[in-house]
């Protein structure tokens, strides 16, 4: 998911709305909006793409200058409109509206007690939780209710609350997900990744913290630095996949990290081959980095329909497989009797690599070795990312010699975990700041049985 936020804005709607366009990559099932004039707050939310569910001028009835917004794929909860963001809940203090990027790994635990208090849900996903603790902590701020909730969450979370005065921002004690913070003009704006700034006009200021809060009111900025400290545990995946390579996370700008990424992949896991090519489009810039250091010519062999949302967005499996014929095209004059080294930057499921091996060999490569440029992915994430369950991980399943037969591969290559980390300047042995629990299984919070078993199945 993508998250978003705005305050002191004469158009606060319309800019979160351009900001969550530019996010539309991180979730394409639901988006929503709700902004207040000081007054009253104002909300739309639907299923689909943000120009589908803001299609006609609901915008404009979006008053103030203060907004959040949020565009979902589901990893906990199902897509139906009750589960679309941001939720509003009615407190004793006025209107609470929030919305989240990530994943709780206590939520069901949670939800059970607040149910035994009395609380009653009108959704499935774990964001509601959140919600009601917030609400009734009877604490004398909006602030400090926000902050008894955090204390009984667990996960990664990157947050936005709106009230008819604030604006408050929250990243997970563990910096799971990502979450920035810049200036528009007297305003503030937070954002899942930076690519929102440039795209409305604003400034960069810097990531939010780890644990961090920041409030944001007619008094201007406050922040509340995390009251434990813990390590670091940044998702790797969003640099390998997730994010868009325009945007800096905790530092490091994705595509510099995918090329880089790509350039180790080729001097520890050399190809012979005619041509490099990356799958569009989230593997291209690691394809230019294996390209550059092997010295092997980049090429485009595959074309993808850019309006097609991302295949893995869909949560069926049946239209899964539909979704990967729609989405690319082999250039059948590119890889035409050539030895082809395709770069991908993982497999999920394997349900794409063994497609687009086979759209190259119709379209007449010779030979096809894969590499990607990240390890094998062979554990469940409980934090936000991937919903698919265990038994569906190819690599949970299988070794890397049978998936390349799997995926009809002449040779397939992954990177380690230590040649991953050196990306990003670590060496071997090395504490990084950074959770890699999907290629490793070492979780960097407790993963509770329930949550387990839910992605087990
Ligand atoms: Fe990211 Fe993988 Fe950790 Fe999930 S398990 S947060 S996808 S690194
Ligand atoms: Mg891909």
Known sequence: CGVFGVFGHPRAAQVTYYGLLALQHRGQEAAGITATDGERMYSHKGLGLLSDVFRDGQLDTLQGSAAIGHVRYSTAGSNTVQNAQPITVLTHRGNLAMAHNGNLVNAGDLRRWLEKQGSLFQSTSDTEVVLHLVARAGRDTVVENIQNALSFIKGGYALVFLTEHQLVAVRDPLGLRPLCLGRLGDGYVVASESCAFETIGAEFLRDVEPGELIAVGPDGLQTFPPTHPTRRAMCTFEHIYFARPDSDIDGWNVHAVRKQLGRILAQHHPAEGDIVIGVPDSSISAASGFAEESGIPFEMGLVKNKYIARTFIQPAQELRDIGVRLKLNAVRSVVDGKRVVLIDDSIVRGTTSRRIVQLLREAGAREVHVRISSPPYRYTCHYGIDTSSKGQLIAARMSVEE????????????????????????????????????????????????DKRAHER
Not at 420 to 443: D, H, I, K, T, W
């Open 403 to 450: 998936i390349c037969r799997e995926i009809d591969a002449d040779s397939l290559e992954y990177l380690t975990q230590t040649e991953l980390m050196q990306a990003f300047g670590f060496r071997e042995g090395e504490r990084v700041p950074f959770c890699n629990a999907c290629f490793s299984g070492q979780y960097p919070t407790e993963v509770y049985e329930e």
